[in-house]
């Protein structure tokens, strides 16, 4: 089945600065790469997705890129704010499967 | 988008017994599925709920210990049978948005503390 594996397990960053989470897989039949964020004591929430018929896909301070070729795929956020504090999971599913894989999630901490 | 409530949003239960939780969808759905996520832990999916039939269950877990119902569209339940510590989690019910491949939506989630 589809292993993905995700880094690092906790990030601070100051807030304003960056933020970089990096997923790999190992499925190439994989496709589809969604990354979820999910806030303290509450459920997890689709933030952005990418299919892998582009490289990169942003919706306003988030943006995903997607290497096939390496199987690996990246979350940028841009002038990290308080709110951004949450874990974050990447995942991956295959073509024609329903079922996501997700990675073991990464803790951001942003610092006033 | 699907709003989906889940029941009881956390318990605190004995060793042994059995817990069933609920979750309700405002529209029907085709896919819907039960995960666990252990504290601190990732999202780990427990078995497919299917309408009419046995659910699919993921390597790892079994009918017995987590039986599940799909009566309609819109509703399903999941029991944790004869608990143990171990058992304490949170259990999600989650949708798919649409076809195979698109948004899962998640409830709350039942917070299960097992003593």
């Known amino acids: 089945g589809e292993n993905v594996e995700q880094h690092p397990s906790t990030l601070s960053v100051q807030e304003g600065d960056s933020a970089v989470i990096k997923c790999t897989y190992s499925d190439s039949a994989s496709n589809y790469f969604p990354w979820y964020k999910q806030e303290l004591g509450k459920r997890p929430q689709l933030i952005i997705d990418?299919?892998?018929?582009?490289g990169e896909k942003k919706d306003q301070r988030i943006a995903v890129t997607l290497n096939k070729t390496a199987k690996h795929f990246s979350l940028h956020i841009t002038e990290t704010q308080p709110e951004d504090s949450a874990v974050y999971f990447c995942?991956?599913?295959?073509?024609?499967?329903?079922?996501?894989?997700f990675g073991a999630g990464t803790t951001v901490t942003v610092r006033a | 988008s699907a709003v989906i409530s889940q029941k009881p949003s956390r318990d605190i239960c004995q060793r042994g017994t059995s817990l069933t939780i609920q979750c309700q969808v405002d529209?029907?759905?085709?896919?819907m599925f039960w995960y666990r996520q252990q504290p601190g832990q990732s999202l780990t999916l427990i078995a497919t709920a299917n309408q009419g039939s046995e659910a699919t269950y993921e390597s790892g877990f079994v009918i017995d210990k987590f039986p599940i119902s799909r009566p309609n569209l819109t509703f399903s339940t999941l029991t944790v049978s004869n608990m143990s510590p171990e058992d304490s989690s949170i259990y999600l019910c989650?949708?798919?948005?649409?076809?195979?491949?698109?948004?899962?939506?998640f409830g709350e989630g039942s917070r299960l503390t097992v003593l």
């Open positions: 529209s029907q759905v085709t896919m």
């Open positions: 995942a991956a599913q295959r073509s024609n499967d329903y079922k996501l894989s």
């Open positions: 990418i299919r892998s018929n582009v």
């Open positions: 989650s949708v798919l948005g649409q076809g195979i491949t698109g948004e899962l939506f």
